[in-house]
Structures are given as structure tokens and as C-alpha cells.
T-cell receptor
Framework: DGGITQSPKYLFRKEGQNVTLSCEQN?????MYWYRQDPGQGLRLIYY???????QKGDIAEGYSVSREKKESFPLTVTSAQKNPTAFYLC??????????????FGDGTRLSIL | AQKVTQAQTEISVVEKEDVTLDCVYE???????LFWYKQPPSGELVFLIR??????QNEISGRYSWNFQKSTSSFNFTITASQVVDSAVYFC???????????FGSGTRLLVRP
């Protein structure tokens, strides 16, 4: 079945440690996104990528980094510079179609906590 | 500024009741898209509907219906004859024209009791 796979489902980070969240999609979508969700709040955009080898900062990119070496994959690294990383992280993808804001399709999410 | 407001933090209804989730948005763009997503307890967001700003026709899909009114900048979502499986957090989102960004509201948690 086509879809978006995020792993791991739960992740724990120690102080000063970088951790990487995986996101893989087999929907043949060009665009991919990372969002952060805090309790009782909506989603906030961290980074997005419209094509391979290109990505842009979203609204809360500080303390995060991404890469887009393959169309299917868009990993997110939470660096030690992110002082409050505890949150639910959601990856999404969409068709990249000019003049038509296509819906984004989401993975199951990764819940990150600090040890 | 672009913003989405979902003033209802939590709604609780008894099964078979109708329920309306409110969504008010702010944008200066004349062309934009509006979305509704459902987030069940499992966590993933499920796409429900996309509407562009030039299409004010109401839409019905089974027990779900959407009322888009540009005059009041609202895009409300009604569930008719609610079921326990409708329990989830529902998000309304705004996307500026030709942008890949989604601006989310804070969500409304719906609890449908048997």
C-alpha cells in the first residue's frame, strides 16, 4: 500500500545529543514537509522540500536540520541546539502541482521525549 | 497576517447528535485554499476536504458537510448523527495560493459518548 512511514514511533533524547527522525514515502510525491505538534496546539512547519536536493525553512526551523537526497526520503535531525524538543513530529508529502494547493498526506508521527 | 481560529477547544456530544465545528480564518489573499483534517488517537492526520476560495458551494459527503462563507470568513464542519468513531481532534487549515504552507488552527477535540 502507498503511504508515508515514520520511524521510530517513540524516541528519547539525552542532553546534548542529536537524533534523527526518519520519513519515507512511496506515493511518488515531490513535496515533503516536517511539522511539530505540541499538546493542545496546531501543527507548525519546521522545514519543507519541493524537490530533491532543495529545502526551505519553515516557521520554526531553529535547532533542526534536514536533507533531501532522495525523492522518497526526508529525514529530520533534532540537534542539541533545540532546547525544547519534546513534541509530536509529523511528516507529510504532497503532489507538487502549480496553481493548485494539493492536500498533504501525513505519516503516523514520532513522539520525541527528553531523558 | 494569516491565521486560523478554532474557538471550540473541546466538544462532547452523545452519539447520534449533530455537531458543528467552527473555523474562522484571516487572510488578505483573494485566492486561497481551506482544508479540514481529522486526527484520531493513533496520531496521523487524515485529509477530509479541500476547498478553494472561489467555490462557495456547500459540500456534503455522507454524514459530513461543510459550510463555506466568505462574507464571514468561516468554513464550518458539521457531522450529522455522530458516532463514537468520530471522536478525534479536527483541524482546520488555510493555504495561500500557490504556497506549500498549511496554516493550522489549534484544533477542536470532539468526544462522542455512546
Amino acid at each position: 500500500d502507498g503511504g508515508i512511514t515514520q520511524s521510530p514511533k517513540y524516541l528519547f533524547r539525552k542532553e546534548g545529543q542529536n537524533v534523527t527522525l526518519s520519513c519515507e514515502q512511496n506515493l511518488n510525491h515531490d513535496a515533503m514537509y516536517w511539522y511539530r505538534q505540541d499538546p493542545g496546539q496546531g501543527l507548525r512547519l519546521i522545514y519543507y522540500s519541493q524537490i530533491v536536493n532543495d529545502f526551505q525553512k519553515g516557521d520554526i526551523a531553529e535547532g533542526y536540520s534536514v536533507s533531501r537526497e532522495k525523492k522518497e526520503s526526508f529525514p529530520l535531525t533534532v540537534t542539541s541546539a533545540q532546547k525544547n524538543p519534546t513534541a509530536f513530529y509529523l511528516c507529510a508529502s504532497s503532489i507538487r502541482q502549480k496553481d493548485s494547493n494539493q492536500p498533504q498526506h501525513f505519516g503516523d508521527g514520532t513522539r520525541l521525549s527528553i531523558l | 497576517a494569516q491565521k486560523v481560529t478554532q474557538a471550540q477547544t473541546e466538544i462532547s456530544v452523545v452519539e447520534k447528535e449533530d455537531v458543528t465545528l467552527d473555523c474562522v480564518y484571516e487572510t488578505r489573499d483573494t485566492t486561497y485554499y481551506l482544508f479540514w483534517y481529522k486526527q484520531p488517537p493513533s496520531g496521523e492526520l487524515v485529509f477530509l476536504i479541500r476547498r478553494n476560495s472561489f467555490d462557495e458551494q456547500n459540500e456534503i459527503s455522507g454524514r459530513y458537510s461543510w459550510n463555506f462563507q466568505k462574507s464571514t470568513s468561516s468554513f464550518n464542519f458539521t457531522i450529522t448523527a455522530s458516532q463514537v468513531v468520530d471522536s478525534a481532534v479536527y483541524f482546520c487549515a488555510l493555504s495561500p495560493y500557490s504556497s506549500y504552507k498549511l496554516i493550522f488552527g489549534s484544533g477542536t477535540r470532539l468526544l462522542v459518548r455512546p
